[in-house]
C-alpha cells in the first residue's frame, strides 16, 4: 500500500495531512475538500479577526453550506464535494453543524456540564467526521458488506466522531483555554477560570485531564473493536483518524519523526485493508 496523496506539509494540521494521505485513492479529492471547507470555516477563530469580521465571515460559510446540502454550491471546495456525491449517487453532505461548534467557540461559551460538551462536540462529529466516514461508500451498489459498513460508519459518527474532536482539542488544551475556551465542565455555579488557564497547569488540572483522556482513550478502542471485520476496509477513513487521535504526542523538531508516523499510518492501513484493527487501537 502507498500514500494515495500528494501532501503538503502541513496543509491541514498534521494528523489530517497523515488522514489524507493514507485514505482510500478514490476518496483522497473529496477528503481534501472536506478538510479544505472545516479549515475556512474555523478560520473564523484565527487569534486577532476582528469580531464583527469574524461573525460575517462565519454567515458566509452558514450560507454556502446550505447552498451545498441543496446541490447548488459556489466554493470550489464545496463543488468538489458536492460532485464527489453525485458521482456516488448520494446526496450532498449536511455540514451545518459545523457552523454552531465553530459559532459556539468564537462566543467562548463557557461549559457547564458535561452534556453541554459532549453535544459541543456532537456538532463536529455529525458534521465532518460523518462526511468523511461515508465518503468511500457508495449508497448507490449496497452489498450486505457495504450496507453493514454504511451502518458502521453511522455508529462511529455518532459515538467516536465527538471523542476524536474532544482529543484533539485536549490535546492543545492551554492554547484553548487562553483564549477563553476551555474544554472541561466548570460546574454550576461554574468554577473559577484561572486554574485552567495557568501555565503550567496545576497537579489537579493535569490529572483532570489525563484522565479524561484515559476514558476517550478506552472508550475509542471498544468503539473500533465492535466493528465488523468484514466492513473495516470500507471504514478506512473513520478508523485511521481515530487512530491517528490516539497517537501520542511526538517531538515535531525530531528529523524522523514524520518518516515513523509514515511508517506507523502505512502500517495502520494495511491493517484496515486487511480487515483488522489499526494497531494504535488494538
Avoid at 496523496?5 to 491541514?12: L, R
Avoid at 494521505?21 to 486577532?48: H, N, Y
Avoid at 492501513?269 to 483488522?276: F, M, N, T, Y
Wanted: aromatic share 6%; glycine share 6%; net charge neutral.
Amino acid at each position: 500500500m502507498t500514500p494515495t496523496a500528494a501532501m503538503t506539509p502541513a496543509s491541514f494540521g498534521a494528523d489530517r495531512d497523515w488522514l489524507l494521505r493514507f485514505c482510500p485513492p478514490d476518496a483522497a479529492t473529496a477528503v481534501a475538500a472536506l478538510f479544505e471547507i472545516e479549515q475556512e470555516v474555523s478560520a473564523s477563530l484565527k487569534a486577532g479577526l476582528e469580531h464583527a469580521v469574524a461573525h460575517t465571515r462565519l454567515e458566509w460559510w452558514a450560507e454556502e453550506l446550505d447552498r451545498l446540502a441543496r446541490g447548488i454550491p459556489r466554493h470550489p471546495a464545496t463543488r468538489t464535494l458536492a460532485s464527489s456525491a453525485l458521482q456516488r449517487g448520494a446526496t450532498p453532505p449536511d455540514l451545518g453543524a459545523l457552523i454552531e461548534h465553530i459559532r459556539v467557540d468564537l462566543a467562548c461559551v463557557a461549559f457547564l456540564t458535561r452534556e453541554e460538551l459532549d453535544e459541543h462536540f456532537g456538532c463536529w462529529g455529525r458534521s465532518v467526521f460523518r462526511t468523511a466516514a461515508l465518503i468511500a461508500i457508495d449508497p448507490t451498489h449496497l452489498t450486505p458488506t457495504q450496507t453493514e459498513a454504511r451502518a458502521a460508519a453511522e455508529r462511529l459518527a455518532s459515538i467516536a466522531g465527538p471523542m476524536v474532536c474532544e482529543i484533539e482539542r485536549l490535546r492543545h488544551f492551554s492554547h484553548h483555554a487562553r483564549v477563553g475556551r476551555i474544554y472541561m465542565p466548570l460546574g454550576d455555579p461554574p468554577s473559577p477560570h484561572a486554574p485552567w488557564v495557568a501555565l503550567p497547569l496545576g497537579e489537579d488540572e493535569r490529572g483532570a485531564l489525563q484522565s479524561r483522556r484515559d476514558v476517550l482513550c478506552n472508550a475509542l478502542r471498544r468503539c473500533a473493536s465492535d466493528t465488523e471485520p468484514s466492513s473495516r476496509p470500507a471504514l478506512r477513513v473513520p478508523l485511521l483518524w481515530m487512530s491517528i487521535a490516539l497517537a501520542p504526542d511526538r517531538d515535531e523538531g525530531a528529523i524522523l519523526a514524520p518518516v515513523r508516523r509514515t511508517i506507523s499510518t502505512w502500517r495502520d492501513a494495511l491493517a484496515v485493508s486487511r480487515g483488522k484493527l489499526p494497531y494504535g487501537l488494538t
